[in-house]
């Protein structure tokens, strides 16, 4: 899949060309607001993305020096130019300049769908690797998705041998990175998100907690406050330029449903809800479902993941099959004395007592999610604006009487 970054003044054009790129096929888009000046101070950042669209109103605002020094410096990039005046002489300065295309505006989808096809396989040719992106998401605090998500991250990396990143992007107390190491984060979602202007590898990396040279961990704001800090668009960069230096990057969504838990939901290639065999939980579980089927999920993308189970909730479990109509992907043990143990002292269940159960089914939940990965197809990104998906333009099918 290859990675688009777009740059445009006009925050309307913007939505309709990652709407339109959408349409096309499936790509991997990230929005900067502004001219390709504001790109400059990112470093290599860019060094991320396979094609950079640049959204102009004329040939002065598109910055055809700076869009020349770019394109010089990376080879890899190929750069599009979008502009109400495709004229020959246009065409002519632009592709001086390093541009490879120039489109006119309004934007032709099938002109925008062959230009990024031919891209798309010059970059299958250079054999670039796909990153994979799983999010753990839950309808009830504290069913477990955090303690789930550390781990199965941890196994992959650890059993795996894949390159595994997990952002914790839980909007209340994000705890993810304490439930796996000792070792203090050296910055949070929030902190790096103020300051991606000046985000580079190095950078970036440094906000980094390194579990091991595999594994390595965005942690969470440390409260509700701080987590309203974290802008969309701002996530969105961090993603588009992190994404493409891992094999998976694991999302620990928590409880919430926002545009910042949309956004990854929308680049996820599989969606995991943690519940537990209470009817609590497929009430919640039940209302879930039918929200992720109003956003328009596919359904063959969502998998369930059933933790702390015990005999005692075989009844709740038949029932949450039934309302739900999904059986478990994965039935993860209750073991009080070994998770307590685990979170308690910031060790990976697997680490502890990798013969446990509970260690066991998480090791099976990483091997599956691995080998999923490994043939399952590409998620396509939705061309419908995320927001009025969420708002309500369909609404969500009404809540079965139980
Ligand atoms: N399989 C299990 N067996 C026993 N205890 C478990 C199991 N899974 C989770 N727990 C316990 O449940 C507690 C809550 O787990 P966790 O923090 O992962 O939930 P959460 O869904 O992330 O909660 P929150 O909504 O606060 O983010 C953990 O501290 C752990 O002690
Ligand atoms: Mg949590």
């Not at 490879?100 to 099938?110: E, F, I, M, Q, S």
């Not at 795996?160 to 992007?169: A, E, N, T, Y």
């Not at 091997?367 to 061309?383: D, F, M, P, T, Y």
Request: with cysteine; charged share 20%.
């Amino acid at each position: 899949m290859i990675n688009i970054l777009i740059a445009s003044e006009n925050a309307t054009r913007l939505a309709q060309i990652v709407s339109l790129i959408g349409e096309c096929g499936n790509y991997r888009t990230t929005r900067v607001a502004g001219r390709p000046s504001s790109l400059v101070e990112r470093g290599d950042s860019l060094d991320a993305f396979d094609v950079l669209i640049v959204d102009a109103s004329s040939l002065e605002t598109a910055e055809l020096p700076v869009v020349g020094k770019l394109c010089n410096r990376r080879p890899q990039v190929t750069s599009i130019l979008l502009i109400p005046d495709a004229s020959p002489q246009t065409l002519i300065e632009a592709m001086r300049a390093g541009f490879r295309d120039v489109l006119g505006w309004p934007l032709n989808k099938a002109s925008l769908g062959e230009a990024l096809s031919r891209i798309e396989s010059q970059v299958a040719l250079s054999g670039t690797h796909e990153t994979q992106i799983v999010s753990f998401l839950s309808c009830k605090g504290g069913a477990g998705t955090s303690f789930i998500a550390s781990n199965v991250a941890h196994a992959i990396a650890d059993s795996q041998q894949k390159r595994v990143l997990l952002i914790d992007l839980n909007q209340l107390y994000g705890d993810a990175a304490f439930l796996i190491t000792d070792e203090r984060p050296p910055s949070t979602l929030p902190q790096v998100c103020a300051q991606v202007e000046r985000m580079d590898a190095a950078f970036f990396d440094a906000c980094l907690v390194h579990v091991s040279d595999t594994f390595h961990i965005l942690a969470g704001a440390g409260d509700p406050i701080k987590a309203s800090e974290i802008k969309e668009e701002r996530l969105e960069w961090i993603l588009g330029v992190a994404v493409p230096r891992y094999d998976l990057v694991i999302f620990d969504l928590g409880q919430s449903l926002n545009p910042l838990s949309i956004l990854a939901l929308d680049r996820s290639n599989q969606i995991h809800l943690v519940l537990q065999a209470s009817m609590p939980h497929v009430r919640a579980g039940r209302r879930l479902q039918e929200i992720l089927a109003s956003l328009a999920y596919p359904p063959d993308r969502t998998r369930l993941l059933l933790n702390r189970y015990t005999r005692v909730g075989e009844r709740a479990r038949a029932a949450l099959e039934e309302v739900l109509g999904m059986r478990p992907y994965q039935v993860i043990p209750e073991d009080t004395e070994t998770v307590s143990e685990s979170v308690n002292h910031g060790v990976p269940v697997a680490k502890l007592s990798r013969n446990s159960a509970v260690s066991r089914s998480l090791l099976a939940l990483a091997s599956n999610i691995v080998s999923l990965s490994a043939g399952s197809e590409e998620v396509r990104v939705k061309a419908e604006p995320r927001l009025s998906r969420f708002f309500g333009r369909s609404p969500a099918p009404k809540l079965k009487a139980m």
